[in-house]
């Protein structure tokens, strides 16, 4: 248990359901990052925060993505009108590095796995 | 964007040392050297992080040579615990979208 986590941890959808995700960092921690992850591939990056801020969004994330960390505690994933290509394990990480190389050193949670049907 | 290749997958046998080797030709003079390990169904767990030469914790030492192009992680002695994937990156911890896990090495170690 690395002290982040992540609810629900499995969620089944139909297609075209919105569907919202929790992830509770490490307290001290001020960078929250998701990813997504499927079958055997590494994990995709899809946004980060710094504390409150989103400073950085994936090129290649969907409109349809949606991320929120209100007061830089626990963050919300809503993916909005689901696909079956949304089928995935949605990771979240957090670190407290204070600078460069030190956020490379990220904590992750267990991952929600989604099922789109 | 550095790019990092990695053998797909590994066997061993337990108590042996494994010596995992990472390309990163195109490295960028801010980037660090990241490796993580993932078991089935959980999240990736940080391993080990260096810049040059030789670094060592509890679990792994990485081995840079002074070009930097590639390294290696070396697991001592593994046991049957370690069968996992192991994920090799490099980043300056800027940019989320540098910093890129790719397939990884599947790591088998059998008895």
């Known amino acids: 248990d690395t002290g982040v986590s992540q609810d629900p941890r499995h969620k089944i959808t139909k297609r075209g359901q919105n569907v919202t995700f929790r992830c509770d960092p490490i307290?001290?921690?001020?960078?929250l990052y998701w990813y997504r992850q499927t079958l055997g591939q590494g994990p995709e990056f899809l946004t980060y925060?710094?504390?409150?801020?989103?400073?950085?969004k994936s090129r290649l994330l969907s409109d349809r993505f949606s991320a929120e960390r209100p007061k830089g505690s626990f963050s919300t994933l809503e993916i909005q009108r689901t696909e079956q290509g949304d089928s995935a394990m949605y990771l979240c990480?957090?670190?407290?590095?204070?600078?460069?190389?030190?956020?490379?050193?990220?904590?992750f949670g267990p991952g929600t796995r989604l099922t789109v049907l | 964007l550095a790019k990092t290749t990695q053998p797909i997958s590994m066997d061993s046998y337990e108590g042996q040392e494994v010596n995992i080797t990472c390309s990163h030709n195109?490295?960028?003079?801010?980037?660090?050297i990241t490796w993580y390990q993932q078991f089935p169904s959980q999240g990736p767990r940080f391993i080990i992080q260096?810049?040059?030469t030789k670094v060592t914790n509890e679990v792994a030492s990485l081995f840079i040579p002074a070009d930097r192009k590639s390294s290696t992680l070396s697991l001592p002695r593994v046991s049957l615990s370690d069968t996992a994937v192991y994920y090799c990156?490099?980043?300056?911890?800027?940019?989320?979208?540098?910093?890129?896990f790719g397939p990884g090495t599947r790591l088998s170690v059998l008895p």
């Open positions: 990480a957090s670190t407290k590095g204070l600078a460069g190389s030190s956020y490379n050193e990220q904590f």
């Open positions: 307290s001290e921690h001020n960078r």
């Open positions: 925060f710094q504390n409150e801020a989103q400073l950085e």
């Open positions: 195109n490295i960028a003079t801010n980037d660090y």
């Open positions: 260096g810049y040059k």
């Open positions: 990156l490099v980043g300056d911890g800027n940019y989320g979208q540098n910093f890129v």
